[in-house]
């Protein structure tokens, strides 16, 4: 990248505690979509916020598609953050796509990490024998094919489905950060998240996990979240969320919050 990392993934910190907490948000977003839960941590942590290199804030002239095939290259970027804003111990809040990023962070760096709270985490999404991911190959062929026909369409019809809850401003914003991606990357990193399969790693991440899943997600059943619970290798807990849909830090900012502060007081 011609800028630093820091500056190339709009990297913040703000608050003024002295814990660091890491907020990674998931697929189709950018870090505004934290906003709505993060004057509940500034007074207590330094909150580190960046972009994915995928997210539509950042230029896209950084994303290398030779490079981006895997998530191992997301981890890089990650960890790299921390390294240069000089963190040696951190809580992380993962949503999606960045849970997973976490957990493999997780197992490259275990001494880095106090927590992991995975928020609508699945290491495949694929169906499989013994293993309900949520979808068959033809279903993820149809997705695909549908964003490379016609993405505004896409984006229209998805939206509502993955925020779920009847929260019209949610919807709104959440088509607003998919519409700033550029789609030929929308498309690349949904061919390498659907075709991802983590399961095999699981065993080896020892930080403590809790699992963050809403009562109806399409995009994440919750069998996934008691498959994670039974196979990551740490401590792991299973937080119901009373809401539904795959963003509830979009459209239930007020109950995520009062989880997280319980989740990571323990």
Not at 106 to 112: A, F, G, K, T, V
Not at 125 to 136: M, S
């Amino acid at each position: 990248m011609g800028n630093t990392l820091l500056e190339a993934l709009n990297v913040r910190v703000e608050g003024s505690g002295q814990k660091f907490l890491v907020l990674a948000h998931g697929f189709g977003t950018d870090q505004s979509v934290w906003k709505g839960i993060l004057p509940s941590f500034t007074p207590y942590y330094r909150v580190i916020l960046y972009d994915l290199v995928c997210a539509g804030s950042v230029n896209p002239d950084y994303f290398d598609f030779r490079r981006y095939t895997t998530l191992d290259s997301y981890v890089d970027d990650l960890i790299n953050i921390l390294d240069a804003l000089k963190v040696d111990r951190c809580a992380y809040v993962g949503h999606s796509f960045s849970a997973m990023i976490g957990i493999l962070a997780s197992i490259r760096r275990p001494e880095l990490f106090t927590k992991l709270i995975l928020i609508g985490a699945s290491p495949r999404f694929l169906n499989d024998k013994d293993y309900h991911g949520g979808f068959e190959r033809g279903e993820i062929e149809k997705v695909l094919y549908a964003m490379e026909a016609n993405y505004n369409a896409w984006v229209q019809g998805f939206a509502p489905l993955a925020v779920g809850a009847d929260v019209p401003d949610a919807v709104r914003e959440f088509s607003r950060t998919l519409f700033n991606m550029r789609p030929d990357i929308t498309l690349f990193v949904s061919r390498s998240i659907f075709n991802s399969d983590l399961r095999g790693v699981l065993g080896l991440v020892k930080v403590s996990c809790c699992i963050f899943q809403t009562t109806r997600d399409v995009s994440v059943p919750t069998s996934v979240a008691t498959y994670l619970r039974d196979h990551l290798g740490g401590r792991n807990t299973v937080e119901t969320l009373d809401t539904e849909g795959h963003l509830p830090h979009l459209s239930a900012p007020g109950l995520l919050a009062t989880k997280l502060r319980r989740a990571l007081s323990r």
